[in-house]
């Protein structure tokens, strides 16, 4: 048996729930949930026959969805879904099935009522467009390397991980999605470090900082899609060229070590990590 889609959009103040007869709307049809276009440019094959792909990637994902309403109140509700899917208004879609929940944003990028006559429920169409094609994990997950010494004080407050913790300069990090995931790390210095780094060993990719820490000083680390940075306590730090952001995190297993120019024994990790998927 399929089981059964619940969709719930934010727009920041308001939600709406959309699904069977329980929610506040009763979905007629859907798409764009299962898959995100894949993108392909081919070129010529020369003397051969068909061609090479040149380049290959996701593009932007766009969601639709069909609902009705109606009731002694469907006139004020009308207005409340006007206002609510107005063109370009930020949204949070976050759907449910089988258990799992996976969030996506967007923008209302089409909003449109069918009325058949003043005695039927009213028909709604969505089109929502998300710039990011992939749904995202509802929680990220955190791991954490940490000194254990009574001399390590930070002026930091790392929220509390699960996870292999160690004060090897070593952590494991399982990530369960479809593709890379995003990965937030804080490096926080006991003592005075130069050239931090942070490796996966998996796939090689190192990312490294060309800066000198002082004790209580917090490096932190992006590579979320979009939004890949490195700073020194909310300053942006010269990075190595050597350094890789994209895909760092792999599907599956990543072996992660860090370190410094002076070692790991005065660091502390702290790894936030979303898993993204191809749908739901």
């Known amino acids: 048996m399929t089981e059964k889609l619940i969709i719930s959009i934010h727009n ?17 049809s859907h798409s764009g949930f299962a898959a995100a276009d894949f993108d392909v440019k081919l070129s010529s094959g020369g003397a051969s026959d068909g061609g090479y792909i040149s380049t290959a990637r996701f593009g932007s994902r766009t969601l639709e969805l069909k609902f009705d309403f109606g009731g002694s109140h469907a006139e004020s509700v ?11 208004k930020p949204l949070t879609v976050t ?13 209302a990028s089409d909003f449109d009522i069918t009325e058949s006559n003043r005695h039927a429920p009213s028909v709604a169409s969505l089109s929502v467009l998300c ?8 929680d990220s997950v955190y791991v954490s390397a940490a000194v254990v010494t009574p001399r390590f004080r930070l002026p930091c407050h790392l929220p509390a991980v699960l996870g292999i913790q160690s004060g090897t300069g070593e952590l494991e990090i399982f990530n369960s999605g479809d593709t890379y995931a995003d990965m937030v790390a804080e490096l926080a210095a006991a003592f005075p470090v130069t050239a931090p780094y942070i490796l996966n060993r998996t796939n090689g990719k190192m990312i490294k900082v060309n800066a000198s820490l002082s004790g209580g000083s917090v490096l932190t680390i992006s590579t979320v899609r979009r939004a890949k940075t490195a700073a020194v306590n909310g300053s942006r730090c010269l990075i190595d060229p050597t350094s890789r952001f ?10 992660l070590a860090y370190g410094s120019d002076d070692g790991s024994a ?15």
């Open 266 to 280: 005065v660091l502390a990790v702290n790894v936030q990590y979303t898993a993204l998927f191809y749908g739901i």
């Open 78 to 88: 009308r207005q409340s879904l006007i206002s609510f899917f107005a063109p370009g």
């Open 95 to 107: 759907a449910q099935r089988g258990g799992i929940v996976r969030t996506i944003e967007g923008r």
């Open 131 to 138: 710039p990011d094609p992939f749904f995202k994990a509802a």
């Open 246 to 255: 994209s895909d760092f995190l792999e599907v599956g297993l990543n072996q």
């Open 12 to 28: 920041g103040t308001r939600q709406f729930t959309f699904g069977d007869d329980a929610c506040d709307f009763k979905i007629l």
